[in-house]
């Protein structure tokens, strides 16, 4: 079981109960659990993937009709692999005869398996937010600008019809300029979380 992983459980809202768990430290296990049922003590309107602070780390779950994934690591582990491996632990639990612990430890040795992968992959992804934060900050630069002019032109409006029907315009047209380049951003970090993450999952299968 790798390290990374302190807690893997599945829990049933209604009865406020643990239904299967992995917890490699034996020590730490009565604490974790009390932090599981105070976790299912609050049954959600519908289905949620959300994250809570533990004195562990951080808490990730998925939670589906009366049945709660948990995952409990370090708060520095990336997310989308958390999400994937609650992800695979609801899906076996519909496509396999297994039992929920039996999947537990299976999901568990498949990413420790990968944990080398695991470790590129979030270095890859550390590498895409940073760019993505440098093209961020310069469109939002860009949109300062466009927001300055933006001003300016509609001081320059109140003159005349004619000024104000331009810079109405300009505005207009900044916007969507605006909206195009976030848009474009966006396609371009999800093809390279792409490009990264099926390969990864491919080779594994």
Do not use: H
């Amino acid at each position: 079981m790798t390290e990374n992983i302190i807690c893997l459980a599945i829990g049933n809202f209604d009865n406020k109960s643990i239904t299967a768990e992995l917890i490699p430290n034996t020590t730490l296990k009565p604490y974790i659990r009390k932090e599981i049922f105070a976790l299912l003590s609050e049954k959600p309107a519908a289905e949620w993937l959300i994250s809570t602070d533990s004195q562990f780390g951080l808490w990730s779950m998925i939670a589906n009709n009366n049945v709660c994934y948990m995952f409990l690591g370090p708060k520095n582990y990336p997310s989308c692999i958390v999400n994937s491996l609650l992800f695979d632990i609801k899906t076996a639990l519909k496509d396999t005869q297994q039992s929920e612990q039996e999947i537990l430890e299976s999901m568990s040795k498949k990413y420790q398996n990968g944990q080398g992968k695991i470790k590129n992959l979030s270095e890859n992804i550390k590498k895409v937010q940073e760019l993505a934060y440098v093209g961020i900050k310069k469109v939002m630069e860009n949109t300062e600008i466009a927001e300055d002019l933006s001003e300016k032109t509609d001081e320059l409006a109140s003159t005349s019809f004619l000024m104000n029907q331009e810079a109405k315009r300009l505005e207009r047209q900044m916007y969507w300029r605006k909206i195009k380049l976030k848009f474009i951003i966006g396609i371009a970090i999800l093809s390279v979380l792409l490009y990264v993450v099926i390969p990864l999952f491919s080779n594994d299968n």
